[in-house]
């Protein structure tokens, strides 16, 4: 008998362990599915937008000429929406805080930008703290002409406080 030929295979084929492979699969699934995601939101909102510019009008008519008149009744309005805004908030607050006492509450200010006026509703709980309130405030620094236009004592109050008012210009201010 004759030995067997041994056969030595100096050149085996490595295995490789197949776990990366399947998670490399896994998170192609996981991105193609995210991106199947994205571009189904993406035909939504190109659909939406189609639909939104059917509603609107391709070509718009022209813009009618409006007359100067209007143009200047325009303008006056807003200068005086202007003056309004650029009034001495600030100042005019801060004085009326500095002249102000414990008897008197301060409900309503109207001022007024064009004529410079400050018309200030109050109510105090005496005629004698209305009437210091109005001295007070006639001293203070930025306000000239305070005048009392109008007071009553309400009688539905047990206390009866007077609800008072008052008007200041305000010209002294920056």
């Known amino acids: 008998m004759k030995p067997r030929r041994l056969e030595l295979d100096h050149l085996a084929t490595v295995r490789h362990p197949r776990w990366p492979g399947y998670a490399l699969l896994a998170v192609s699934l996981i991105v193609a599915g995210e991106m199947m995601q994205r571009y ?3 035909q939504e909102e190109t659909a939406r937008y189609a639909a939104t510019q059917g509603l609107l009008p391709a070509k718009r008519p022209p813009l009618a000429k409006v007359p100067k008149q209007r143009v200047d009744e325009q303008a006056k309005e807003v200068d005086a929406v202007v003056r309004q805004l650029t009034l001495p908030w600030g100042p005019l607050i801060e004085t009326l805080e500095k002249a102000g006492t414990r008897d008197v509450a301060i409900l309503q200010l109207q001022p007024e930008a064009q004529s410079r006026v400050l018309r200030i509703t109050a109510e105090a709980r005496s005629q004698d703290a209305m009437v210091d309130y109005l ?7 930025g306000f000239a002409g305070v005048h ?3 007071h009553q004592v309400q009688q539905d109050d047990p206390n009866r406080p007077v ?3 008052a008007q200041a210009s305000f010209r002294g201010m920056p």
Do not use: G, I, M, T
């Not at 001295?135 to 620094?141: C, E, G, P, T, V």
């Open 148 to 150: 009392l236009l109008s």
């Open 40 to 42: 189904r939101e993406a």
């Open 163 to 165: 609800q008072f008012a």
């Open 135 to 141: 001295k007070r405030l006639a001293d203070a620094r």
